[in-house]
């Protein structure tokens, strides 16, 4: 199987990522973790079979992105109206390069492993879909073997119903639709708490940065 995995992300620019942290964090400082956040992503790519794939926000500075991702096969602007078309263009634009599966996932994953890239594929082993829960209801990974348009259409993101939502979306279309593992994204302030209690032993970008960040804070 001819595999690809899509990153979906902001240009990490202080005033343009990350701005729910805001003012919990400065426009600097969640520049900087998005950056950790970006850098512990790229890592994955060596560690999986899948070719990955950077698609952006359009904006100045997306060049950056080529530093963070050496590995990517290509990266391409975001195109479309709302969230669901830009995933639903991104995902068609890589499927129609000749992949048997894609994955895309957001960068605000910390916590993302290899082995939530390969849930995503091993779902699509036996199903048309498959959708990688969160906590909050929404859901961090789809992945496809084929467009379903149907799937990104007329939907609200960002509140509790989207993952039912688009397993609903696509079991009408006529795709069948199987769970990988979950994985929380980190938005807020409170999340941000939890991820520095859950990785403050670990040696990556993400820990490091914390630690720089929690510094002050906690007085050390």
């Given at each position: 199987m001819k595999k690809a995995w899509i990153c979906m992300t902001r240009i990490p620019e202080p005033g343009r990522t990350k701005t729910r942290l805001m003012p919990f964090l400065s426009g600097e400082e969640c520049a900087a973790l998005h950056t950790a956040f970006l850098r512990d992503l790229a890592g994955l790519a060596g560690k999986t079979d899948a070719e990955l794939f950077v698609t952006?926000?359009?904006?100045?500075?997306?060049?950056?992105?080529?530093?963070i991702f050496p590995t990517a096969q290509e990266l391409f602007p975001q195109e479309g109206e709302d969230l669901g078309a830009r995933m639903h263009n991104a995902m068609t634009r890589v499927l129609g390069m000749g992949y048997d599966a894609c994955?895309?996932?957001?960068?605000?994953?910390?916590?993302?492993?290899?082995?939530?890239?390969?849930?995503?594929?091993?779902?699509?082993?036996?199903?048309?879909?498959?959708?990688?829960?969160?906590?909050?209801?929404g859901y961090y990974l789809v992945g496809l073997k084929k467009p379903c348009p149907a799937m990104f259409e007329k939907l609200c993101y960002g509140?509790?119903?989207?993952?039912?939502?688009t397993c609903?979306?696509?079991?009408?279309?006529?795709?069948?639709?199987?769970?990988?593992l979950p994985c929380d994204d980190v938005d807020t302030p409170e999340e941000l708490r939890k991820l520095w209690d859950e990785c403050r032993g670990e040696e990556?970008?993400?820990?490091?940065?914390l630690r720089m960040i929690f510094a002050k804070e906690e007085g050390t």
């Open positions: 952006y926000t359009p904006g100045e500075g997306w060049e950056r992105l080529g530093e994955v895309l996932t957001g960068s605000d994953l910390p916590r993302m492993t290899v082995a939530h890239l390969e849930s995503g594929f091993a779902a699509l082993a036996s199903a048309d879909v498959a959708l990688g829960p969160t906590a909050d209801g509140i509790s119903t989207v993952f039912d939502a609903a979306a696509a079991e009408r279309a006529g795709c069948t639709v199987a769970k990988t990556n970008h993400t820990a490091r940065c």
